[in-house]
């Protein structure tokens, strides 16, 4: 099987421009997670996806943040204008339904390093 | 406000030795705990979890502690070898995450390097 697929797997980009991240969940996975590890910071959740619905973006940090989910397949995460303070690898997880996480847990991708400078 | 406290956040052990991780939390809603190892370059992967009915789990060398009253849980690996080099991390999550999203709180995470 194959796994969370994420790219690129880095990503240098001056504040001001944009950075889309893309992610691939595992095939058949409803559940589809974005979360984001800062420098030296915990990872942190961004927001979740049930197929193609936005189940929960409370953790997504302000409106220059945009995600999508094309018929339930690939996730897009939009950063636009990017600033210095959203560095940091992104992360993508998806699992088969909720009651995975007793059994399984998320299966995250290897991540994207973002770097703005 | 930070939710789950993890520590050490480094830690150096001998080959063969036992490493011990920590972590304590806030949230009494929390249900579910799992440990995520993570190598260079890849992402986290699920190692062992544990739900907060049992005291502790125990798979092959990593053993879960679970202290419900004192809202502790701890990941000890035996006999630790140079291949668990990795950093580590505590999670949990609560039904009542987010619009019962379940997400993963996650501690800051443990860098373990075990020495020959």
């Known amino acids: 099987e194959a796994g969370v697929t994420q790219f690129p797997s880095h990503s240098v980009i001056e504040k001001g421009q944009t950075v889309t991240l893309r992610c691939d969940p595992i095939?058949?996975?409803?559940?589809l997670y974005w979360y984001r590890r800062v420098m030296g910071k915990e990872i942190k959740f961004l927001l979740h996806?049930?197929?193609?619905?936005?189940?929960?973006e409370s953790g997504m940090p302000n409106n220059r943040f945009l995600a999508e989910r094309t018929g339930g397949t690939y996730s897009t995460l939009k950063v636009q204008p990017a600033e210095l303070e959203d560095s940091g690898v992104y992360f993508c997880?998806?699992?088969?339904?909720?009651?995975?996480?007793?059994?399984?847990?998320?299966?995250f991708g290897s991540g994207t390093r973002l770097t703005v400078v | 406000q930070q939710q789950v406290k993890q520590s050490p956040q480094s830690l150096i052990v001998q080959k063969g030795g036992i490493s011990i991780i920590n972590c304590a939390y806030e949230?009494?809603?929390?249900?579910?705990f799992p440990w995520y190892q993570q190598f260079p370059g890849k992402g986290p992967a699920l190692l062992i979890a544990i739900r907060p009915d049992v005291s502790e789990k125990k798979e092959g060398r990593f053993t879960i502690s679970f202290n419900k009253s004192a809202k502790q849980f701890s990941l000890h690996i035996m006999d630790s070898q140079p291949g668990d080099s990795a950093t580590y991390f505590c999670?949990?999550?609560?039904?009542?995450?987010?619009?019962?999203?379940?997400?993963?709180?996650f501690g800051k995470g443990t860098k373990l390097s075990v020495i020959p």
């Open positions: 999670a949990a999550s609560s039904p009542f995450s987010g619009a019962g999203s379940y997400q993963l709180t």
């Open positions: 095939s058949g996975h409803d559940n």
């Open positions: 949230n009494t809603a929390f249900d579910y």
């Open positions: 996806f049930v197929k193609e619905s936005k189940q929960d």
């Open positions: 997880a998806s699992s088969q339904d909720i009651g995975d996480r007793f059994y399984y847990g998320y299966t």
